[in-house]
T-cell receptor, first 114, second 114 residues
Framework: DAGVTQSPTHLIKTRGQQVTLRCSPI?????VSWYQQVLGQGPQFIFQ???????GRGNFPDRFSARQFPNYSSELNVNALLLGDSALYLC?????????????FGPGTRLTVT | AQSVTQLGSHVSVSEGALVLLRCNYS??????LFWYVQYPNQGLQLLLK??????LVKGINGFEAEFKKSETSFHLTKPSAHMSDAAEYFC????????????FGAGTRLAVHP
């Protein structure tokens, strides 16, 4: 069975640009969460979506937005990129939205902002 | 608010020696606790989780962890380290009844020497 997939694997952007990251959850999973992992730190929660509705949002500026599509895939958008947005962006899916349900992580998208 | 503290950003052991990675949590509500492993250039893989059942939790690859409420700890152990255990380990907390938002510690990098 295919796991969580993310695209692209790597990308390089310039300050001020916009970026869209994509995530496909495990088949049958209805919840997708996004995390930002800065080098040398643990992942930080950005968003959770369940059944196409935003269930939770972390402490990130409004430059960060996301959505979930009818097929449960998801996009994370970041506008007006800053150098500090350079990080590994992880997507995780779970079958349901509750906290007891195991999250399965994708390999991540490595974003470099120059 | 919930938080996780992982004592020791780097731990080094010899092959065959005991592995002990420390995790202390802070939570005003009963927690769910997780240990994840991250190999270089990969996403996170769940090792084990505590969701208020047995306090001694056994996971994959011979790892186990014990939930100690009085010490607010959830330390990860493995009796005998293998070279393949070299990786970054993250402890995470969430709480029952909430949505799927994990709060991660800063991580512990485990090195295994022959």
């Amino acid at each position: 069975d295919a796991g969580v997939t993310q695209s692209p694997t790597h990308l390089i952007k310039t300050r001020g640009q916009q970026v869209t990251l994509r995530c496909s959850p495990i088949s049958g999973h209805k919840s997708v969460s996004w995390y930002q992992q800065v080098l040398g730190q643990g992942p930080q929660f950005i968003f959770q979506y369940y059944e196409k509705e935003e269930r939770g949002r972390g402490n990130f500026p409004d430059r960060f937005s996301a959505r979930q599509f009818p097929n449960y895939s998801s996009e994370l958008n970041v506008n007006a990129l800053l150098l500090g947005d350079s990080a590994l962006y992880l997507c995780a899916s779970s079958s349901q939205g509750g906290s007891s349900y195991e999250q399965y992580f994708g390999p991540g998208t490595r974003l470099t902002v120059t | 608010a919930q938080s996780v503290t992982q004592l020791g950003s780097h731990v080094s052991v010899s092959e065959g020696a005991l592995v002990l990675l420390r995790c202390n949590y802070s939570s005003s509500v009963p927690p769910y606790l997780f240990w994840y492993v991250q190999y270089p250039n990969q996403g996170l893989q769940l090792l084990l989780k505590y969701t208020s059942a047995a306090t001694l939790v056994k996971g994959i690859n011979g790892f186990e962890a014990e939930f100690k409420k009085s010490e607010t700890s959830f330390h990860l152990t493995k009796p005998s380290a293998h070279m393949s255990d070299a990786a970054e380990y993250f402890c995470a907390v969430t709480h029952s009844g909430g949505y799927n938002k994990l709060i991660f510690g800063a991580g512990t990098r485990l090195a295994v020497h022959p």
